[in-house]
């Protein structure tokens, strides 16, 4: 795969974050890497550089149990400031809890491209980057 990608992590807790740098680096299919610890300090840098197509994320991975702003919030607020961006983000849901009804709703949000139970791994973040991939083929 040629085409490497720009990620944007959000989850309250550091390690978790730097699990998935990790993982991310090692597979070499991302050429930049933002992280972030809670949803308000992400949607400001969403807003930043809302006219900045290079510095915003083709992927989000998101923890969904988050405190004072949770991923499902910033999921639907993302929802509204996608129509402001210049490029397409789409999201995966790393969760420490299996999928429940509750979150299925999430999960069929057209933005959403899983539902992942942490931690990640190489193989699976490999193949988030070639749905990814077919996902912006479709929306170009």
């Not at 988050?66 to 129509?83: D, K, N, Q, R």
């Amino acid at each position: 795969m040629s085409h490497r990608i720009s990620v944007m992590l959000v989850d309250d807790n550091e390690t978790d974050n730097y699990i998935a740098r990790s993982i991310i680096n090692h597979t070499n299919l991302a050429d930049q890497i933002v992280d972030f610890t809670s949803a308000i300090q992400a949607k400001e840098y969403l807003l930043e550089n809302i006219n900045k197509p290079q510095n915003l994320p083709d992927l989000i991975l998101l923890d969904i149990n988050m405190p004072i702003v949770s991923g499902i919030v910033f999921l639907h607020e993302l929802e509204t400031l996608a129509l402001k961006l210049f490029k397409d983000s789409f999201v995966v849901i790393l969760s420490g809890f299996e999928k429940t009804s509750e979150t299925d709703e999430i999960v069929n949000s057209n933005r959403v491209l899983r539902y992942l139970t942490k931690p990640m791994t190489a193989p699976i973040f490999e193949e988030i980057v070639k749905d990814l991939t077919k996902m912006k083929l479709k929306v170009a």
